[in-house]
Nanobody, 127 residues
Framework: HVQLVESGGDSVQAGGSLRLSCTAS????????MGWFRQAPGKEREGVAA???????YYTDSVRGRFTISADNAKNTWSLQLNRLEPEDTGMYYC??????????????????????WGQGTQVTVS
């Protein structure tokens, strides 16, 4: 079983930056689509960004151009650089992993249910 652990959440002012990291306990063949979701209080969990082991990236429209996802496959880690943060970015950020084929669907829709593995979350608060 693969365990995911996030780090890097914090409280920042609008316009600031943060870097979130996710580390997987081991490689899994069904975890080649690596992503980030977030959930604000009272709202549904929404997809933010994802990356394949091949380096193809996907972003939801609200963060494109401000957030950057990257991965270090050798270390089973992936990161999310959050720039120009806005209060609307506040929420619990979760890293997640899914079979590689899931990433190819993200141009159409993001479905949390498609992701097999989840971290416990790290809080980002923007004021």
């Amino acid at each position: 079983h693969v365990q995911l652990v996030e780090s890097g959440g914090d409280s920042v002012q609008a316009g600031g930056s943060l870097r979130l990291s996710c580390t997987a306990s081991k490689y899994a063949y069904n975890a080649n689509c690596m992503g980030w979701f977030r959930q604000a209080p009272g709202k549904e969990r929404e997809g933010v960004a994802a990356i394949t082991t091949g380096g193809t990236t996907y972003y939801t429209d609200s963060v494109r151009g401000r957030f950057t996802i990257s991965a270090d496959n050798a270390k089973n880690t992936w990161s999310l650089q959050l720039n120009r943060l806005e209060p609307e970015d506040t929420g619990m950020y979760y890293c997640a992993a899914a079979p590689g084929a899931v990433c190819r669907l993200l141009d159409i829709q993001w479905r949390a249910a498609d992701f097999n593995y989840w971290g416990q979350g790290t809080q980002v608060t923007v004021s």
